[in-house]
């Protein structure tokens, strides 16, 4: 990992030249175990990179500059280095898993066991439930005067935004074609942490969606305190 001041330019996919910059140049050193990928940051913003190459390029030095080659790819990425503040090498020798808590899926296995949440005669049906638009994570029944409606539920780990109010449209649009004739009513809920100003007014011009606020915490909690129960 090198910390300096440099200038990149990148020809490949698009072409693209950093200026003068101070960067964070990332490289997975085939010789210390790495798999050939170089990332570079900028060193005052952001964690999303500016440029970087694939594993399986091949890393040369000319001096202090860096240049990186794909063959397969036809992708070549020179760095022009002027100054090198500092650097470390280090070859890893350990490699953990990556769990990941609170995701999506989660969410919705642990809502699949909530279902009085959307409603006293929700009842629960199937797990991402098959539609012509896209699985549904969440698809139950409810009965009313021996009527029997469809709720869609999708579970959102993060604040909800309009694309997610039109994903729960097609979903519905979906089922009513897909399952023409056999629900009385369908209807659909987003389940997210938040909602933006944007979804709220779109989620205001179509009734048969509706908004819980709740997230993977709440859910985790009241899961654990009924577990056994």
Not at 146 to 175: F, M, N, P, T, W
Not at 195 to 222: E, M
């Amino acid at each position: 990992m090198y910390m300096m001041r440099a200038s990149a330019r990148y020809r490949g996919r698009i072409e693209a030249d950093l200026d003068l910059s101070d960067i964070v140049l990332l490289v997975r050193d085939p010789e210390c175990g790495g798999d050939g990928s170089v990332v570079i940051y900028k060193q005052s913003e952001g964690v999303t990179p500016v440029n970087w190459m694939p594993a399986g390029s091949q890393i040369t030095r000319n001096g202090d500059d860096f240049h990186i080659r794909h063959a397969a790819r036809e992708e070549s990425l020179d760095v022009y280095v002027q100054t090198i503040y500092s650097s470390t090498r280090h070859a890893p020798t350990l490699t953990g898993a990556m769990s990941k808590v609170g995701v999506e899926r989660e969410m919705s296995d642990l809502l699949s066991q909530q279902t009085w949440r959307f409603g006293e005669k929700v009842v629960f049906v199937a797990r991402e439930h098959p539609t012509s638009a896209g699985p549904i994570d969440v698809f139950c029944t409810e009965y009313n005067d021996g009527a029997v409606g469809a709720v869609i539920i999708e579970a959102k780990r993060v604040s909800l935004s309009v694309s997610h109010v039109y994903q729960a449209r097609r979903y519905a649009d979906a089922v009513a074609v897909d399952e023409a004739g056999v629900f009385s009513s369908i209807r659909a809920v987003l389940a997210a942490p938040g909602c933006t100003r944007l979804a709220r007014a779109l989620l205001a011009d179509n009734p048969d969606i509706s908004f819980l606020r709740v997230d993977y915490a709440t859910l985790k909690q009241w899961a654990d305190e009924h577990a056994g129960s």
